[in-house]
């Protein structure tokens, strides 16, 4: 007898092919992957325009439907429109909903009402991040606990925020899977040069521009003193309407390159395996996508002394706690060769351990499963062709 492939849809990222960040690079691998392994796979997208002509679309993306939602407003009520269109469509369809995000969880209440099965990656703390006034703290922390007792399944990227949650929720709901990223081995200079740098010759640090990142820290800490021909390359998108951002094109100097945010990913991966060591100051959050990166691309790390960064990077990096540490951490970073080499011999072991995408996706498959009633996924196509 013949059996249906199982189905899922994924919530809660601004749509794929990625372009974005790391929900949305999540998205694809994972959609790419269970469309190999036999499942039906559709990813919600958001589509902003001045108004709504057809609120929901669909077309075909290697073997994945991506369904296109219009939403005719901006900034934090299109991300809430889009949210609340995605779970009524959702509600429409079979198969498990895989959100990601948990900041408009108030919708999901309608998947549970509809007997949906629902899987949210509960991603960080956003209501503790500093940037946020009084009333989008409370939002996302209702939101929080919304979703962690609407949701059948969470997943924790780290064990701290695995911690957290069990705050909310027994731990037998709560799974942690961390995030994934590929070896890199290789890349072309000519990405790196184009910007005027040079192989080996600058610290990189790619995050969004907030407080919580600590970007003015590691900029200031870089100028505290003469770095010879070393520069800074610090990537992200800068506003100057943005006090903090007016903040940071004032600290950085001549030594400090900003190139603004890149999405190609073939540059940012030469940037990363060119650079002599990997500045990451994040504060807030669990396993960062960014930090996994680094690691898999075999940089010293220079970190914020946190719980999140120390079981992330482990013996891969060094770690700050204040201007004054950091700009110690560098001077070792740029005077001994033996300790960058070592500290990249220890991230390409730590990323090789914990942080690979097949076992990120499998585990994430085999939580779509057991939601669904099974036990093992369709047979992929070169399975198939296998047993024929």
């Not at 079979?94 to 990656?121: D, E, H, Q, S």
């Not at 995050?207 to 003469?226: G, S, V, Y």
């Not at 690691?295 to 992330?312: E, F, K, P, S, T």
């Not at 033996?338 to 995408?357: G, I, N, P, Q, T």
């Amino acid at each position: 007898m013949k059996s249906e492939r199982p189905s899922i849809l994924i919530l809660g990222t601004r749509g794929i092919p990625a372009s974005h960040g790391g929900f949305e690079t999540f998205a694809e691998r994972l959609a790419l992957f269970l469309i190999g392994r036999g499942w039906n796979v559709g990813v919600y997208c958001q589509k902003e325009v001045e108004r709504v002509g057809q609120r929901v679309s669909s077309e075909t993306w290697r073997g994945i439907e991506l369904i296109t939602i219009e939403v005719a407003s901006e900034g934090a009520r299109a991300t809430l429109e889009f949210d609340w269109q995605c779970v009524l469509d959702a509600a429409r369809r079979p198969g498990v909903c895989l959100v990601l995000g948990y900041n408009g969880a108030v919708f999901l209440t309608w998947l549970r009402l509809m007997r949906r099965k629902i899987i949210t990656n509960m991603d960080g703390i956003e209501w503790r991040r500093p940037k946020w006034g009084p009333a989008a703290r409370s939002w996302f922390w209702l939101n929080e606990w919304i979703g962690a007792w609407i949701s059948h399944r969470l997943v924790a990227d780290h064990p701290a925020i695995a911690d957290h949650l069990a705050t909310r929720r027994p731990r037998s709901a709560i799974t942690t899977i961390a995030y994934g990223a590929d070896p890199v081995t290789s890349a072309p200079e000519e990405p790196i040069r184009a910007l005027g740098l040079e192989p080996g010759k600058y610290l990189v640090s790619i995050a969004r521009i907030e407080p919580d990142n600590n970007i003015l820290q590691i900029i200031e800490a870089f100028r505290r003193r003469e770095r010879g021909d070393m520069k800074l390359v610090v990537l992200g998108t800068l506003n100057d309407d943005i006090p903090y951002h007016r903040a940071v094109r004032e600290a950085a100097g001549s030594t400090v390159i900003m190139p603004g945010a890149i999405y190609d990913k073939a540059v940012v991966r030469a940037l990363r395996y060119h650079a002599r060591a990997y500045m990451h100051g994040h504060t807030v959050g669990g396993t960062n996508p960014s930090l996994v990166e680094a690691l898999a691309a075999g940089n010293m790390v220079i970190a914020h002394d946190n719980r999140y960064n120390r079981w992330v990077a482990g013996d891969a990096a060094l770690y700050f706690k204040d201007i004054a540490s950091l700009s110690e951490r560098i001077d070792e970073a740029l005077a001994d060769d033996l300790l960058v080499a070592r500290c990249s011999k220890a991230a390409r072991a730590r990323a090789r351990e914990a942080f690979r995408w097949e076992d990120v996706l499998l585990a994430y498959e085999n939580e779509a499963l057991r939601q669904l009633g099974a036990t093992t996924a369709a047979p992929a196509p070169a399975d198939r062709a296998k047993r024929a």
